[in-house]
C-alpha cells in the first residue's frame, strides 16, 4: 500500500515541487536530470518524472516514490534525446495518485508538451470557470489545459508552445515556477513576483541548464549563469537563448521560507549563500533573545547553522545533542501504532550526554503546528536538560501560505490561536524566543522588499481572495 510518507521535516513547513531542465546537443541528457532531481529530492518525496525529447518523440517517465525508487537504468535508457525536464512533487493540490505525479504531459496535434510545476496558483476557481473544466485535479493540470487548447488554437502557427504560453501566461496567478518543453525547445518561466526560484546554468560548450536550487547545478557539473527574473520566460533551442516579458508589472518577491527552511543549504538565493544566511539568523537571534546556558544544541539538520551562530554570539558553546534517522524521514512505509507511539524518536534521538543537569538553548528553524516540536521538548527534558531556551530563527508562524507549501488552514497554525507566552507554556519550555521579521530578512543579505512573508506578517504580495477556502481574515493575535 502506498501511503503519505513519514514528514522529513519535524515541524515545519513542507515544500511542494522541485523542477529541472536541460538543452544539451549532442548529449544524451536522462541521466543528469536523474542526478539533477537527486539533488532536489529535499523539495519533495511523493513522486518523480522525467520527460525527455530525441527532437520527434517526447517520453515521459514518472511515478509515485522517491528518485531512485521511480527511476532504473532500463527506465533512463528509454528517455532517449538531447532535452528533458524532470520533476520532483509533494502535493499541496490533489491527491497523491500517479495521474498527479508530474511532468504532465499532452499531445496537440503534432506537437507534444510537457510541464513541470513549482508553487501553487491562487486563481484555479476562475481558471477552471474559464475553460469550462471542473474536473481537473491540480492547478498545473489546469495550466497545461490552457496551453494546450491555445496550441490547438492556433495549430497552424510553427511557434506552437512558446507562442501558446506567451498567450496564457498573463492568465495565470499565483505561484509558478515551471519547466516546459515540447520536441525542440526546453521553456523556463517564473511568475512576475518569482516565489519560488528559479536558476539558469551553462553546461558543456553549447548546453543550457534550469533547477530550482543551484545546488542541483553543481551536481551535474553546470555553471550558474544566473537567476530567472520575476517574470521572465526564457526559451532554450538551437536557436540560443532567447527571453521574453509575457507579465506586466513585476514584484519580486521570493519566498522568505526558501531561505530558512526550504532550500538547500548549498544554494545561492539572490546570489546569497542560504548556509551562510541562516548563520546570521543565528547571530541575530542571540543577540535578539539571550540567556544564561550551558550549551546551544540545534534541531538537525536545518536548525545548525542558525545554533552554530548563535553559539558564535552568545559564546556558549555548541553541541551536537540530537542523532537524525536520516532516512526513515523518506519512507513510505507507514509505521504500526506500536511503533507511530514512538513518535518523535522514529526521527531523532537524543545524546543523553549532551543535556545531563545542563540549560539547554535549543535552536530550531520554525514552528508551524508544534505537536512536534512539544514532544521534542519532552524528549530532551527526558534526557536530563534541567533547563530548556527554544530559539526560533523565524518569526512566528501565523498566516497560511497559498504559494505552494502546505499551511493553507490557518488553524493548524499555533501561532495564529496563541501568544508567544501561550506558546511557551504548551511547549513546556522555560523561555521561548523567535527572531524578528526585521532581523530575518537582514540575515538575507537580500534586499528586504524583495521577500514574501506573508505567513510571518499576513500582508500578501497577491490578491489571494479566491485562493482557497480555508482563509481567515481576522488578525493575529
Ligand atoms: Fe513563503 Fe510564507 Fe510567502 Fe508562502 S506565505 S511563499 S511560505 S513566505
Given amino acids: 500500500m502506498v501511503s503519505d510518507p513519514v514528514p522529513v521535516h519535524l515541524s515545519g513547513p513542507r515544500e511542494a515541487c522541485g523542477v529541472f531542465g536541460i538543452y544539451a546537443p549532442g548529449q544524451a541528457v536522462s541521466k543528469a536530470i536523474y542526478f539533477g532531481l537527486f539533488a532536489l529530492q529535499h523539495r519533495g518525496q511523493e513522486s518523480a518524472g522525467i520527460a525527455t525529447s530525441d527532437g520527434q518523440t517526447l517520453t515521459v517517465v514518472k511515478d509515485l516514490g522517491l528518485v531512485a525508487q521511480v527511476f532504473d537504468e532500463a527506465d533512463l535508457a528509454a528517455l532517449d534525446g538531447h532535452l528533458g525536464i524532470g520533476h520532483v512533487r509533494y502535493s499541496t493540490t490533489g491527491s497523491s495518485s500517479w495521474h498527479n505525479a508530474q511532468p504532465a504531459h499532452r499531445q496537440v496535434g503534432t506537437t507534444s508538451v510537457a510541464l513541470g510545476h513549482n508553487g501553487n496558483l491562487t486563481n484555479t476557481a476562475l481558471l477552471a470557470e474559464r475553460l469550462g473544466v471542473g474536473t481537473a485535479s491540480t492547478d498545473s493540470d489546469l495550466m497545461l489545459e490552457a496551453i494546450a487548447r491555445q496550441i490547438d488554437d492556433e495549430r497552424s502557427d510553427s511557434r506552437g508552445l512558446e507562442h501558446a504560453l506567451l498567450k496564457v501566461l ?8 515551471l519547466v516546459a518543453m515540447d520536441q525542440g525547445r526546453l521553456i523556463g518561466i517564473r511568475d512576475p513576483h518569482g516565489f519560488r526560484p528559479l536558476s539558469l546554468g551553462r553546461i558543456g560548450d553549447s548546453g543550457w541548464v534550469l533547477a530550482s536550487e543551484t545546488s542541483a547545478l553543481d551536481l551535474v557539473g553546470a555553471t550558474f549563469v544566473r537567476d530567472i527574473e520575476a517574470g521572465e520566460m526564457v526559451v532554450i533551442s538551437a536557436a540560443g537563448v532567447r527571453s521574453h516579458r509575457p507579465f506586466g508589472e513585476t514584484n519580486p518577491q521570493l519566498c522568505v521560507f526558501e531561505f530558512v527552511y526550504f532550500a538547500r543549504p548549498d544554494s545561492q538565493l539572490y546570489g546569497r549563500n542560504v548556509f551562510a544566511a541562516r548563520q546570521q539568523m543565528g547571530r ?6 539571550p540567556v544564561s546556558a550551558d550549551v546551544v544544541v540545534p534541531v538537525p539538520e536545518s536548525g545548525i547553522p542558525a545554533a552554530q551562530g ?6 556558549i558553546p555548541y ?9 526513515v524521514g523518506r519512507t513510505f512505509i507507514e509505521p504500526s501504532q506500536m511503533l507511530r507511539d514512538q513518535g518523535i524518536k522514529l526521527k531523532l534521538n537524543p545524546i543523553p550526554t549532551t543535556f ?3 540549560r539547554v538553548v535549543l535552536v530550531d528553524d520554525s514552528i508551524v503546528r508544534g505537536s512536534t516540536t512539544r514532544q521534542l521538548v519532552a524528549m530532551v527534558r527526558a534526557a536530563g536538560a534541567r533547563e530548556i531556551h527554544l530559539r526560533v530563527s523565524s518569526p512566528p508562524y501565523r498566516w497560511p501560505c497559498f504559494y505552494g507549501m502546505d499551511t493553507s488552514d490557518r488553524s493548524q497554525l499555533l501561532a495564529a490561536r496563541m501568544s508567544v507566552e501561550e506558546i511557551a507554556a504548551y511547549l513546556e519550555v522555560d523561555s521561548l524566543g523567535y527572531l524578528s521579521l526585521n532581523a530575518l530578512l537582514k540575515s538575507t543579505g537580500a534586499p528586504i522588499d524583495g521577500f514574501c512573508s506573508a505567513c510571518l506578517s499576513g500582508d500578501y504580495p497577491t490578491d489571494v481572495s479566491q485562493a482557497g477556502t480555508k482563509l481567515l481574515l481576522e488578525p493575529a493575535p
Fill in 284 to 289: 541575530l537571534l542571540a543577540t535578539e533573545h
Fill in 310 to 315: 548563535y553559539a558564535e554570539m552568545s559564546l
Fill in 170 to 177: 498573463p492568465g495565470f496567478e499565483g505561484a509558478f515556477s
Fill in 319 to 327: 553541541a551536537d545533542g540530537l542523532v537524525k534517522n536520516r532516512y
Fill in 356 to 358: 545531563a543537569g545542563r
